[in-house]
């Protein structure tokens, strides 16, 4: 009776090891970079769309309060708020509550937010004659931070109309990949459009 042969388990050679993590080496050399470039993309419409509620939202609030009010945003920084432009005449539902609610006679919904870390807002398009700067803290009401945002230089305001409309207005938010949107209030519906992601170019 014949003795089954035993077969010997090649081993791979150091030529063969060489190539493949050569080839993971190019795999990756393709896949990360696309993978960071939509993480990146995803991060920077995250942002935009929190901005984007609260351009809304700063819409609804003229709307609802019959009284005009303001956008404004940190040029080169992170900060934007909404909040009464004219002096507020009426009582506020008792019932306001929310990030930066306040109630009371003379006390409408007040909003302030921050942008992730890495990102920041560019004013392309109020021109060299717009007016901006800090504000008193009254502006912000009861917020929490309402002296720190005091202190905030802020771009011109973005007017919201009780009847819907808004001041036309157009700015845009920056990531650290300096990849850009750029939003857009239409005047006459007070409506935000929202560019396509673009790329600065290292700029």
Known sequence: MSRPSCQRRRGYTLVELLLALA??????????????????RSQLTGAMEDVRAQLAGTRVRAIESGLVYQFRFEPEGRYYMSVPFER?????????TGTGATTGIGK???????????????????G??????????????ELPNADELANVSWSPPILFYADGSAGDAAFELVDGQAQYVKLQVRGLTGATSVSLIQDRGGS
């Open 128 to 141: 060299s004659g717009a007016i901006g700067g800090e504000l008193d803290a009254a502006v912000f009401g």
């Open 88 to 96: 507020e005449i009426e009582a506020s539902d008792p019932n306001a």
């Open 23 to 40: 080839l993971l080496g190019v795999l990756a050399s393709v896949t990360v970079p696309s993978a960071m470039r939509l993480f990146f």
């Open 108 to 126: 409408f919904t007040r909003f302030a937010g921050q942008l992730p870390d890495g990102f920041r807002f560019v004013d392309c398009c109020s």
